[in-house]
């Protein structure tokens, strides 16, 4: 497939990742609906992209009604949908138990954290999924279709992120279980695992803890959100790809 091809879904579109995706995606032909719940950042999107190729949803991809509604009004207005990126995530970071030295106080990480994080970075990845891969088995099932998935490096297990990485490991596991069924109707799905890259989730942090996460990569930098795009580009353009995971993360996982 190539970029001019796609009528593709971008779910997270209005902020970090899924903005630079939204705009390569444009600049290489593809159609676009952008989902977000970011009205403000959808609404700067639309303003520097006007016309007809992009579509600015406000979505909640973790509600079920929504993502269906939305999925049925981009499918009308783009004339189909081949494409799907699952970008969209939080995190809502704790340890599971921790012990305040100085009090001894005890905190854990609560249930609305956990659940949270598993409603937006998994549940709406399925959601999404579930709704494309419908229309698309209704139409006959003989459309090529992609489906990438955007994990993390912390699939692997990371302190701090239990929520998080049983989000972004399950995500991957989907990933394998979903490209195994819906091969049989020319639906590849693909993931992309980044490491640690320069996003508005990073400029929350303290410049010492990020001095402190790039000391831990092989290459010494953060990545760019293009690089990570490179990977969506790849997963594309090659059909013979599907049901495996690239990790793009200057080799933190080595
Ligand atoms: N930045 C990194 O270092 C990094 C590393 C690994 C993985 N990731 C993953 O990459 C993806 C993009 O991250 P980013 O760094 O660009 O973050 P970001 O915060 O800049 O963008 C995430 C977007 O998702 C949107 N969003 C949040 N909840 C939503 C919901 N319920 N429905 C619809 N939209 C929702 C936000 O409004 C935001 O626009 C996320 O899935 C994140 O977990 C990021």
Redesign the pocket.
């Known amino acids: 497939m190539k970029l001019s091809d796609l009528k593709v879904v971008v779910?997270?579109g209005?902020?970090?990742?899924?903005r630079r995706f939204v705009e390569r995606l444009l600049e290489g032909g593809a159609r676009v609906a952008a989902?977000?719940?970011?009205e403000e950042?959808l609404a700067a999107l639309q303003a520097d992209h006007p016309g007809a190729a992009l579509l600015a949803q406000r979505?909640?991809?973790?509600k079920e009604e929504q993502v269906a509604q939305a999925m049925g009004a981009a499918w009308e207005a783009l004339g189909g949908l081949n494409a799907l990126v699952n970008?969209?995530?939080?995190?809502r970071d704790s340890l599971l138990v921790k012990r305040d030295k100085a009090t001894g106080e005890v905190q854990t990480m609560t249930l609305s954290q956990w659940q949270t994080v598993l409603d937006?970075?998994l549940t709406?990845p399925f959601l999404c999924t579930r709704e494309l891969s419908r229309r698309l088995v209704e139409g006959g099932g003989e459309t090529p279709a992609v489906i990438v998935n955007?994990?993390?490096?912390s699939r692997a297990g990371n302190m701090g992120q239990a929520n998080y990485s049983a989000a972004k490991a399950g995500l991957v596991a989907d990933t394998v279980t979903w490209a195994k069924e819906l091969a049989r109707y020319q639906i590849r799905v693909a993931a992309i695992a980044?490491?640690?890259?320069e996003?508005?989730?990073?400029q929350g942090m303290r410049p010492e803890m990020v001095d402190k996460m790039v000391q831990q990569v092989p290459l010494r930098r953060l990545g760019g959100a293009d690089e990570i795009f490179a990977g969506v580009r790849f997963i594309v353009e090659c059909e013979y790809f599907t049901g495996r995971c690239l990790d793009i993360d200057g080799g933190l996982r080595l």
């Open positions: 779910t997270g209005a902020s970090g990742m899924g989902w977000d719940m970011n950042g979505v909640d991809v973790s970008n969209a995530g939080i995190f937006v970075d709406g955007i994990s993390s490096v980044p490491g640690f890259i996003t508005p989730i990073l």
